[in-house]
């Protein structure tokens, strides 16, 4: 993957996307800013802003969406003010007003309170789409993004870290036009993702900043001031969703861990409680899909990212991506990837953040042998075959069995056959007595016939070296 030129967005140079009127001036927020609710029905809007020093008011008001004026600031200073105000979650018109010798008022459009998401991780994670997608307008509320030291409509383009505007378009839209109806909730996301980089850059380091992105714990600095200057130093958000590892199995990148999954797995656990200690939310951890020839360095690092999804207090499954094919063997650029890509977000958003278990992917419960020939792999829910893109079969590929230094890979299974949560497996030859299971390995299951969901689609968790009970 290409480096691309980090845009660093921190301070308060910010775009003047400020409405005033009667002198009355509001700093923050700005139109599609989006507070993230305290609880399931309410959250706090913060607002500040300036008056004309020659009309001081008794106190500044406010509303949102035509509610009841609450009072904001009961002692503005000579010529600012700054408050806070509880409101119900939703989105629309902020409106702010001075009262005292003459009432002076001012508005913002669409400020809302619901779920910010803070995108991390590199380039897929970004962004790198050649087809943007537009927001739909019977959506119940108008998702939004942080983007370029500026909140705007959640629409493409919306990839930050990249200067190729036909390649600027994420899973993201995609996302907000899935989740705001099916949740009923105001979003948006902040978009902290960057191209070509390492988990070292994604952790915590003493003397890391913003200003030297990329140097280690340059990016984690970065994304934390990003956030302060959206949420005007509330750092309140829902939940981190991380998608990154691709140069971690390469050379590129000099701090790179270079498929080595004992160093990935400890640095993307400390990454993970980074993200903890300073935002108290879950960080989704996506799992790469095939990122290149070497098989080992690919499973390692997708092998570390599974497991801390079980063994990280803070960690929940993001998407599982080992069988979609990339349009350039590593980016999702066109319209039907990047739309899989997008639905294995929102289906990992839904069941681990909405708790909508419906939408959580297959869990293997067991492998068994039966006969000579034969493997039984049971799931917790019924299965099918099928690929990324739709297409059915009747043998599913991916398989690679070994016995020490012996392989036997898909060529060797002949028939693959569904019975409800039951997944039959026919060779072609007689299994080992000390068989380990492998299951997505490499690019065995890229772009292929592979296990699923029967319900929704989404492919069964990776196998690394299982042994058959």
Excluded at 222 to 239: C, F, N, P, Q, Y
Aim: hydrophobic share 40%.
């Amino acid at each position: 993957m290409m480096k691309q030129a980090i845009i660093v967005l921190v301070g308060m140079g910010m775009m003047n996307m400020t409405a005033w009127t009667n002198e009355l001036k509001i700093a923050y927020p700005h139109p599609y800013t989006l507070f993230q609710r305290d609880t399931a029905t309410s959250g706090v809007v913060k607002i500040r802003g300036t008056f004309s020093v020659d009309k001081h008011p008794e106190k500044i008001e406010a509303r949102l969406s035509g509610g009841d004026w609450q009072i904001v600031d009961t002692r503005p200073g000579s010529n600012t003010f700054a408050g806070t105000m509880p409101v119900p979650m939703g989105q629309g018109l902020l409106e702010v007003r001075a009262v005292g010798n003459a009432v002076s008022t001012a508005s913002v459009e669409c400020v809302g309170v619901g779920d910010l998401f803070l995108i991390t991780g590199q380039s897929n994670a970004d962004g790198r789409g050649k087809e943007w997608v537009t927001l739909d307008p019977s959506n119940p509320y108008v998702g939004v993004k942080y983007r370029r030291n500026a909140w705007s409509k959640g629409d493409d383009p919306s990839a930050n870290d990249t200067t190729n505007i036909n390649e600027s378009a994420s899973p993201w839209p995609i996302a907000l036009n899935r989740l705001i109806p099916d949740q009923k909730v105001p979003m948006g996301f902040i978009a902290a993702a960057v191209g070509s980089t390492v988990v070292k850059q994604w952790r915590r380091t003493e003397g890391a900043t913003a200003a030297n992105a990329w140097s280690l714990g340059g990016l984690y600095a970065r994304a934390l001031d990003m956030v302060k200057v959206a949420t005007d130093g509330s750092m309140k958000i829902r939940a981190v969703l991380y998608y990154q590892g691709e140069n971690d199995i390469t050379a590129y990148n000099s701090f790179s861990v270079l498929g080595d999954y004992a160093a990935y797995k400890a640095n993307l656990m400390a990454a993970i409680g980074n993200f903890w200690d300073d935002f108290k939310v879950p960080v989704l951890v996506g799992q790469i899909t095939n990122g290149g020839p070497e098989r080992d360095k690919n499973d390692n690092v997708r092998r570390a990212q599974q497991e801390v999804w079980q063994e990280h207090p803070h960690a929940l499954p993001g998407a599982v991506t080992y069988d979609i094919f990339p349009t350039d063997g590593c980016h999702y650029r066109d319209a039907a990837n990047m739309k899989a890509y997008s639905d294995r977000w929102t289906a990992a958003i839904l069941s681990g953040v909405y708790g909508c278990r419906e939408m959580a992917g297959p869990a293997l419960v067991s492998i068994r042998r039966e006969g000579e020939k034969q493997l039984i792999f049971t799931y917790n829910q019924p299965m099918a075959l099928k690929s990324w893109d739709g297409r059915t079969g009747t043998k599913a590929d991916g398989f690679r069995f070994m016995e020490g230094d012996r392989v036997l890979t898909n060529a060797q299974v002949v028939s693959t056959k569904i019975d409800g949560q039951k997944v039959i497996v026919e060779c072609n030859r007689n299994l080992p007595a000390n068989l380990r299971v492998n299951y997505g390995s490499g690019a065995d299951g890229q772009g292929g016939i592979t296990l699923r969901s029967a319900a929704t689609d989404l492919p069964v968790p990776m196998i690394f070296c299982r042994p058959v009970e």
